[in-house]
């Protein structure tokens, strides 16, 4: 670990050098890589100073206590030795986490694909709670929410809708929501007071950039139709909406939230695109023995990873057994204490793997 840390520490001085010497200056692309190197190197920088500063202050307090006869100035001292000692535990720590390997599509945006599962028109309109509860999440984070494509149920559910988060950390963080979603209350129409159980599906997939995925255009059949939708101007008065399959895969995507062919032929590329690169990265970590899934779970959206009971005002999130009591706040956006403790629990098994491929 120290080599890797000394390896980083050099290229931080390096990149620091190449900026104050203003030589990328006329290199906006460069200017810009080496802006995000700096960034991605700094807390590794940061978290060395930390360490070395409690290593220091265990190091003075350890001779100081040596030759010291005080009561008092001892006590002191040993105090001053215990924190630097928990200080330089807790630096260590977070080093480990810093040099752990990185998901290279942690940084990218999100597409975000929703469907209604078991539970007819009830499973609809969880979807569309799921599906509002992350636009709020989003805002509440700065994030850009676009919607790419929507399937109504006519009584405000959606049967199935597919949309674009952009903003930092997007996918870092959305990730952890692919999987089965499951509510558990008395839908609206019961008369009888029954509780229902209705699952919503998510899939967060990262989306790809041209550069990461050639599309050949022969392998791609477009259908236009008529819009369909609530209402409004220009909705079932041209042939706007759009249907891409994709030949080779038999992936379809049927794109009819922007007024424009041109701009919803646009968005189903991105989403096709996305699909093939997701479909790419699976397939390379299934052949790869290095690249195991993590245990908190990131990706199968077969996995039952959360319980909404409205009757007792819960979730659940079952890979890492939390309950919160708070439903309203977390359908209303309020993701954060889940999607950190998916974090932590990651890390920590990141760790835990690491550790034992150590001692093997």
């Not at 104050?20 to 190197?37: H, I, N, V, Y």
């Not at 559910?157 to 008395?186: A, D, I, N, P």
């Not at 909406?241 to 189903?268: F, M």
């Not at 439903?327 to 954060?336: E, K, V």
Request: aromatic share 4%; hydrophobic share 35%.
């Amino acid at each position: 670990m120290t080599d890797k840390i000394q390896a980083i520490l050099r290229r931080y001085e390096e990149v620091l050098q190449e900026l104050g010497s203003g030589t990328a200056q006329g290199d906006p692309a460069r200017l810009s890589q080496l802006m995000k190197e700096e960034a991605q190197l700094a807390p590794v920088f940061a978290c060395h100073k930390k360490i070395e500063e409690a290593e220091t202050t265990e190091h003075d307090s350890l001779e100081l206590l040596n030759g010291e006869t005080d009561p008092e100035m001892r006590a002191m001292l040993k105090e001053e030795l215990a924190e630097a000692k928990r200080n330089l535990a807790e630096a260590e720590h977070e080093m480990r986490i810093l040099l752990l390997p990185k998901d290279p599509d942690d940084k990218r945006n999100a597409i975000v694909e929703i469907r209604a599962g078991a539970g007819g028109d009830e499973a609809a309109l969880f979807a569309a709670e799921i599906y509002r509860m992350y636009v709020r999440y989003a805002d509440s984070r700065h994030w850009k929410t676009e919607m790419i494509s929507l399937n109504e149920n006519g009584l405000g559910g959606f049967k199935e809708c597919t949309f674009q988060l952009s903003g930092e950390g997007v996918f870092e963080r959305m990730k952890y929501e692919s999987g089965t979603h499951r509510v558990q209350r008395v839908p609206e129409t019961e008369s009888g007071g029954r509780i229902h159980t209705s699952t919503v599906t998510v899939a967060v997939l990262p989306e790809a950039e041209e550069v990461d995925v050639e599309i050949d255009m022969k392998d791609c059949r477009f259908d236009v139709f008529r819009a369909s939708g609530n209402g409004g101007q220009c909705v079932n008065t041209t042939d706007s909406a759009v249907r891409l399959t994709h030949i080779p895969t038999g992936i379809v995507i049927s794109c009819q939230d922007e007024k424009s062919q041109i701009k919803n032929k646009a968005k189903a590329l991105k989403v096709l695109r996305t699909k093939l690169y997701d479909r790419r990265v699976r397939e390379e970590h299934e052949k790869r023995a290095d690249m195991r899934r993590s245990q908190v779970g990131t990706g199968d959206r077969s996995e039952k990873i959360r319980t909404y009971n409205f009757g007792q005002g819960r979730v659940t999130d079952h890979r890492i057994h939390l309950t919160l009591h708070r439903i309203d706040s977390i359908l209303n956006g309020d993701l954060d204490e889940i999607i950190d403790s998916l974090i932590a629990q990651d890390q920590a098994d990141k760790l835990a793997s690491e550790n034992q491929e150590g001692r093997s």
